[in-house]
């Protein structure tokens, strides 16, 4: 069983930038492929990023480049999403979720096994 906690997120003027963390425990949950999703108010659960268990493989959507950067600490069971120039539309609540390591990163949420509680984002116009 792993557990995924969220960090790191706020109320933040748009253009400013925020860094959030997903701390993972339990099992080995440094091996696992984590993924980054959200999800606005009225809207669909959207994926954002996903990084590999070694952090050599990331995957992203075309609409989430440029702003949205996934990274990992292994030694410390920690995912970053670092997103910079945030938009207003950038509000909504995140997600990070782990799936087993031998499948890489994807978009497909239904593949993700562990579910955080999430960190609300609220971009301020």
């Known amino acids: 069983q792993v557990q995924l906690v969220e960090s790191g997120g706020g109320l933040v003027q748009a253009g400013g930038s925020l860094r959030l963390s997903c701390a993972a425990s339990?099992?080995?949950?440094?091996?696992?492929?984590m993924g980054w999703f959200r999800q606005a108010p009225g809207k669909e659960r959207e994926f954002v990023a996903a990084?590999?268990?070694?952090?050599?493989?990331?995957y992203s959507p075309d609409s989430m480049k440029g702003r949205f950067t996934i990274s990992r600490d292994n030694a410390k069971n920690t995912v970053h999403l670092q997103i910079d120039s945030l938009k207003p539309e950038d509000t909504a609540v995140y997600y990070c979720?782990?799936?087993?390591?031998?499948?890489?990163?994807?978009?497909?949420?239904?593949?993700?096994?562990?579910w955080g509680q999430g960190t609300q984002v609220t971009v301020s116009a």
């Open positions: 979720a782990a799936r087993p390591p031998q499948y890489g990163p994807t978009s497909r949420s239904y593949t993700y096994d562990y």
């Open positions: 339990g099992g080995t949950s440094s091996l696992y492929t």
């Open positions: 990084i590999g268990w070694s952090g050599e493989r990331t």
